[in-house]
Structure formats: structure tokens, C-alpha cells
């Protein structure tokens, strides 16, 4: 099967006011776990761990890295720069370092190209979700066509989300 084309999300930077622990020049490390936890789950990808480093500098251009994990159990990294303070409130920047993506909407691209190949309709499910995408991470799908149903296996060929199919 060739390689098929992703359909790729890139988190832009975002802007969110994070609160300050007792030191003053710090950031509240477990404040920017939750706003990390939840701009990834408003973007709908399932995160089941996030961890930030303990002590956070505050100053202007500094930049930390978090590690965030997905059901899949993915790890991928957010990049946090620190762009402003006003009062007792940081103004910073998420960067997601990699991509996601959603699992149903390759679904539906696979049905389209497989369908097309196979001469006939084929419907492809895979899981709803958006995951990060890392070279060699597995995924299943579900595929019917004809009133028979078969459980396809599929990897990312690359970072990129480019997908091929693994034998079963």
C-alpha cells in the first residue's frame, strides 16, 4: 500500500496567564501541567500525563520543556517561553514539539484510497482521537467491506504522519 498523506495539526502558540508560586521569579510548575493538560485536551488529544520541570524561572525568554504523554502512551514535548508578567501573573507561549493526529480522519482517507484500489466500498474506523505522531507507533482500524470486517494494523512511517501497513 503506498504511503498516505497526513492530515497534520500544529499548535499554534498560545497565550495563557499561568500563577505564581511564593518565589516571586518562579512559576508554579503544577499551574502549568494543568494549562498544558488542558490546551492539548481542548485541541482533543488524549493526555494521560504531564510533567513539568520543578522549579520554573519566570524571567522574560525563558523557555521550559514539558513532557506530555497520550493514551497510546506517546510521549511528545511542550515548549514553554515565558513573554510576560503583569502583577503576580505570567503571560507564556505553548509550543507542541511534533504533531498530532486524528486517528478517524486517516480513517476516512484510508477508506477512500482503499475503496478506490479495491473496486468497492470499504469503511475504515479507527479511534476518534487525536494522538501524537511518532515514527513506529502502532495503530489499529477497523475495516468492512462486503458484510465482512477485518482489523487492519498500521504504523507512522515517519514524524510527519505518513502511515504504512503493518502484516499481520
Do not use: W
Not at 77 to 105: A, C, M, R, W
Amino acid at each position: 500500500m503506498p504511503k498516505l498523506t497526513s492530515f497534520v495539526a500544529r499548535m499554534a502558540p498560545l497565550a495563557l496567564p499561568l500563577l505564581v508560586v511564593a518565589c516571586k521569579s518562579e512559576m508554579d510548575h503544577k499551574q502549568a501541567e494543568g494549562d498544558v493538560r488542558k490546551m492539548l485536551t481542548d485541541k482533543n488529544v488524549s493526555v494521560t500525563d504531564v510533567s513539568c520541570p520543578e522549579h520554573m524561572e519566570g524571567k522574560v525568554g525563558a523557555k521550559h520543556t514539558c513532557t506530555v504523554k497520550d493514551e497510546m502512551g506517546t510521549q511528545a514535548t511542550v515548549t514553554i517561553t515565558v513573554t510576560g508578567k503583569s502583577g503576580d501573573q505570567y503571560q507564556v507561549e505553548f509550543d507542541l514539539v511534533g504533531k498530532f493526529e486524528n486517528l478517524q480522519k486517516l480513517g476516512d482517507f484510508m477508506e477512500t484510497a482503499l475503496s478506490k484500489k479495491a473496486g468497492t466500498a470499504i469503511d475504515v474506523k479507527c479511534p476518534g482521537k487525536n494522538f501524537f505522531v511518532k515514527k513506529g507507533v502502532k495503530f489499529a482500524c477497523d475495516a468492512t467491506a462486503g458484510g465482512q470486517s477485518k482489523k487492519m494494523h498500521f504504523q507512522f512511517s515517519d514524524d510527519d504522519g505518513n502511515i504504512e501497513d503493518v502484516a499481520d
